[in-house]
């Protein structure tokens, strides 16, 4: 495997893990915002939720928007 196979993979592993940790985020607010999990207010789930999906959607896309490769014109 050469060097920039390895990057690719490890770049796409980040994303996927960037992607899984909002997920995570999003179902950690949704619990919490329903008040299953005592003692954690609402708003936190609230916070939390909004946080998830900049985590989930906009990040891997700034990610991948940094890292692509720049074409030769």
Known sequence: MTADERRARSRFFVIGAVRLAGAITIALAVAISFGRIAGL???????????GIVEFLLLPQMLVKRWKTPTSE
Request: hydrophobic letters at 55%; aromatic letters at 10%; glycine letters at 18%.
């Open 41 to 51: 207010p609402g708003e936190l789930g609230y916070v939390l939720l909004a946080l």
